[in-house]
């Protein structure tokens, strides 16, 4: 019995030093990358008018220095969703931290798109996000995608007002 408590123990501690050398991949840590987003990511007026909600999965891969080398859009429910991500995710440039002294390495990151309630006209809104939802034109990977060692990344929330 004292064995399997020891090599529990034992166990235990690799597991908890193993996540202490896992750093945040983003300069100052997930609340900084928080904050990046919502003052970098600007919502088009064609998003607001068209009431367009979804999610946005994109892959890039980033250097040792930092900077963004590739974007690939794993899925959008719409391509106008994608838009604001990777114009936010260019301006991330050189804030990208790499695990372990690679020399590339890929992040995965989700971004979901929102419209705050409208305080008015709510039927109007509801007809033009049924619009939206009806319309789509989801991008989608027919084929199997290869993760290799890819890190993925807290969404980001994207909630915008309409009114």
């Known amino acids: 019995m004292k064995k399997l408590i020891i090599i529990a123990l034992v166990l235990t501690s690799f597991y908890a030093h193993a996540q202490e050398d896992l750093a945040f991949p983003f300069q100052g840590g997930a609340p900084v990358m928080n904050k990046f987003f919502k003052d970098s990511l600007t919502v088009s007026p064609e998003i607001i008018s068209k009431k367009a909600a979804g999610v946005a999965v994109i892959k890039f891969t980033a250097d040792v220095n930092g900077n963004i080398q590739k974007l690939v859009i794993y899925y959008a429910d719409d391509y106008l969703l994608t838009l604001p991500a990777i114009a936010a995710l260019k301006k991330s440039t050189k804030k990208w931290v790499i695990p372990n002294k690679e020399k590339f390495h890929d992040f995965i990151i989700p971004f979901s798109f929102n419209f705050n309630?409208?305080?008015?006209?709510?039927?109007?809104?509801?007809?033009?996000?049924?619009?939206?939802?009806?319309?789509?034109?989801?991008?989608?990977?027919?084929?199997?995608?290869?993760?290799?060692?890819?890190?993925?990344?807290?969404?980001?929330?994207v909630n915008y007002n309409i009114n």
């Open 117 to 157: 309630n409208p305080t008015t006209a709510a039927a109007d809104v509801q007809k033009a996000a049924f619009d939206f939802y009806k319309n789509r034109r989801p991008i989608v990977a027919n084929d199997q995608i290869p993760l290799n060692s890819a890190t993925l990344l807290p969404t980001v929330v």
